[in-house]
């Protein structure tokens, strides 16, 4: 993944990880959750959403690698959208705001 510019992926954990990585992530969904997950990173500019897997079809995805190989700057753009949403520091601000729970 480290190594990688691009993923198609069926959303799961492995969406976040690649964010995190800056790596462009092209995402089919499997239920009703990772839907609304995956349309709500690409209506913000971090992820393309393929749709269901039920409707996969071959040539949308090589569409939209084509375009995606030939577009650097959204490329770039994306991979730091995907870097600044997942950062890896999450679990330490979830520490960082329970330790001041009782000062409110």
């Known amino acids: 993944m480290a190594e990688s510019d691009l993923a198609v992926i069926a959303a799961?954990?492995?969406?976040?990880?690649?964010?995190?990585?800056?790596?462009?992530?092209?995402?089919?969904?499997?239920?009703?959750?990772?839907?609304?997950?995956?349309q709500s990173l690409a209506k913000d500019g971090v992820?393309?959403?393929?749709?269901?897997?039920?409707?996969?079809s071959p040539a949308s995805l090589v569409s939209e690698v084509r375009r995606l190989v030939n577009a650097g700057a959204v490329r770039e753009q994306m991979g730091a959208e995907g870097r600044?949403?997942?950062?890896?520091?999450?679990?330490?601000?979830?520490?960082?705001?329970?330790?001041?729970?009782?000062?409110r």
């Open 12 to 38: 799961g954990g492995t969406l976040w990880e690649l964010l995190s990585l800056g790596c462009v992530v092209l995402s089919y969904s499997r239920n009703a959750v990772q839907k609304r997950v995956v």
């Open 47 to 56: 992820a393309v959403d393929m749709g269901e897997t039920v409707h996969f």
């Open 84 to 103: 600044k949403l997942v950062d890896g520091l999450g679990a330490s601000r979830v520490v960082e705001a329970m330790l001041h729970l009782g000062e």
